[in-house]
Structures are given as structure tokens and as C-alpha cells.
């Protein structure tokens, strides 16, 4: 079975506009497809850190002087390049979707496509999984998530189907939640409905979104002056962060313009967003949602 196939992979590496002897962060290391390519484009004395906080991720460290793998989560970029003595890197890669290699391991707890113990961690030493967010969150909470990290339509006929049954008996694998799901959407809508809480899930489990929050805040203060940012997300909610983080400097995306209309903010923007194409969606279907974007340190 494949790990993952990377999205956008020489795409996202052209973005980077490398330099032969630069100094590169591929903060979500995976299957190691983006990381790779970068070590193609590197001279001898060019450096490449790989971060990932997922033990199984790790066997796909590229086994190469000029890597070094940083095993921990993003959120923490400017501590690990100061513990490995990197004051300033030129170019930042990060691919914020699900590795296939989560959805496709039953054991993980991603997919409602198989029947496995609710778990969702990508960094499986934390405690909290997605059976302590079904479980112990209260009904309010529940709604509110799979609102906002899921867009759920079916929102509140969920969560309280999901308090109703956990009464009774803990909801603890995959299946039990998609019967739950099953009972209360109406049978065409049911797929979609799983994905969204699912998503929501996660993305709770894995704190996501402050991460994605944290990391981009860190990142004008470690690329150099011309150093690129290339950003590859899957849902609306991370391509919106980013689009606003580089747009206004700010997640609120309020523009602080000088008196002659000049926008101060840490990153540009550069081009428009960038979507697979049909051929590679065709070849990679899961590539379907993702949008790439890219930013300049001014």
C-alpha cells in the first residue's frame, strides 16, 4: 500500500524558488514526496529540516547528510530551528492535509470507512483522542464544533443523538459514531455528513487550527528577506486562515494601511491560488480539495 502520494509535488517545490544552497523547512515531513524533490534541487551544502510528530512518518526521513528530521509538531518551528542553531531559513513548505497513510490504517481512527476504536491523533503519545471529545464534551460544545470545524448542517440532531446514546453505553469505534450519524441524516446526505464530523473531530482532537495559527505567526521571523512560504490546504477553513495571514498580516484580515494606501503586513501574497489539475485529480482524487498558496517575506 502507498504511504501517501504527494499533491502538487513539483508545484509546490517550484514555488520555493530555491537556491541551490539555501536553507529549506518542510514542516510536514509525511511521505517525504515534497522533502525529496527539495533534496533534488540542493547542492552539497544546502540544508533541509523535516518536521513531523508522527512516529510512523519518521520512516520516511530521507536518509541524506543535508536533512535533519525535527520530531515534533510545527507549532514549535522557531524553537527547533534555534535548537539546531538555524537563525533564518529561505524557504517554508507546508502540506496541511491528512496523510492517505491515516485515512487507509483502520487501526488510526481517521476514516469512517472502516470500523476501528475512535482515535483521530496524529502524534499517537497525547491523551486526548476523538473518544474523549464524543464522550466527555458537553452537548453545547459538540454543536458549536461541528459547526464551526465541520460546517454541519445536522449539527444539533448529532450531538444530541450522540449525548442520548452515551447514556447508556461509551461511543468508542468509528462504526458506533456512524450509526449514530446514519440515524439521524437523511440517507443521501449521510456521506456528507460523515466527512464533516469527521473533520470536526480532528481537527478538535489535533488542535488544528491553533496550530496552523501558531506557525504562521512564527514564520516572517525566521525566513529571510525574498523567502517563500508555500502553503497547500483542504478545507475552507485552513485556505481561509492562510488567504487572510497573507493578505492583511492578521486572521481578522483587517487591512493596516499608511497614509498612502500601503498595506503593512509581514508576508505578500504572491499570484493567485493554485488547484491541481484535472489530470492529477484524476491519477490522485484526494488532491480535489487542495488549494496552494504562496507568500514573500517583504
Known amino acids: 500500500m ?30 517525504g514526496g515534497h522533502s525529496k524533490e527539495i533534496l533534488k534541487r540542493l547542492a552539497s551544502e544546502g540544508h533541509l529540516l523535516g ?12 536518509d541524506d547528510d ?17 535548537a539546531k542553531g538555524v537563525q533564518k531559513v529561505d524557504g517554508i ?43 466527555d464534551y458537553e ?22 443523538k450522540i449525548d442520548q446514546v452515551r447514556l447508556g453505553n461509551a461511543i468508542r469505534t468509528t462504526g458506533d459514531l456512524v450509526a449514530i450519524v446514519e440515524s439521524v441524516v437523511p440517507e443521501r446526505k449521510v456521506k456528507g455528513e460523515l466527512a464533516h464530523i469527521f473533520q470536526a473531530i480532528r481537527i478538535e ?47 481578522d484580515d483587517v487591512l493596516d494601511k499608511d497614509v498612502f494606501g500601503n498595506v503593512h503586513r509581514p508576508l505578500d501574497p504572491k499570484g493567485k491560488v493554485i488547484v491541481p489539475s484535472e489530470e492529477e485529480i484524476e491519477s490522485n482524487p484526494r488532491a480535489r480539495s487542495a488549494k496552494m498558496r504562496i507568500g514573500v517575506k517583504r
Do not use: W
Not at 492535509?97 to 476514516?111: I, L, P, T
Not at 505567526?217 to 487572510?244: A, C, T
Open 66 to 82: 543535508r536533512f535533519e528530521l525535527c520530531f515534533g509538531n510545527f507549532r514549535f518551528l522557531k524553537q527547533f530551528l534555534l
Open 205 to 251: 482532537v489535533n488542535d488544528e487550527l491553533l496550530v496552523l495559527q501558531e506557525f504562521l505567526e512564527q514564520v516572517p521571523e525566521v525566513l529571510n528577506p525574498g523567502g517563500k512560504l508555500v502553503v497547500l490546504s483542504y478545507h475552507s477553513l485552513e485556505d481561509r486562515m492562510v488567504k487572510h495571514f497573507l493578505r492583511s498580516g492578521n486572521f
Open 93 to 135: 513548505i507546508a502540506d496541511l492535509g491528512v496523510s492517505g497513510h491515516h485515512f487507509d490504517k483502520a487501526s488510526r481512527g481517521f476514516s469512517f470507512r472502516f470500523d476501528a476504536p475512535l482515535d483521530m491523533r496524529m502524534n499517537a503519545s497525547q491523551e486526548k483522542s476523538a473518544i474523549e471529545v464524543v464522550n
Open 51 to 62: 518536521f513531523d510528530q508522527d512516529a510512523d512518518a519518521v520512516n520516511n526521513a530521507p
Open 139 to 160: 452537548v453545547g460544545v459538540l454543536i458549536r464544533l461541528f459547526k464551526r470545524y465541520g460546517e454541519s448542517s445536522f449539527a444539533k440532531p448529532i450531538a444530541r
Open 2 to 31: 502507498t504511504y501517501h502520494t504527494t499533491v502538487l509535488l513539483h508545484e509546490g517545490v517550484d514555488a520555493l524558488d530555491m537556491q541551490p544552497a539555501g536553507t529549506y523547512v518542510d514542516v510536514t515531513l509525511g511521505a
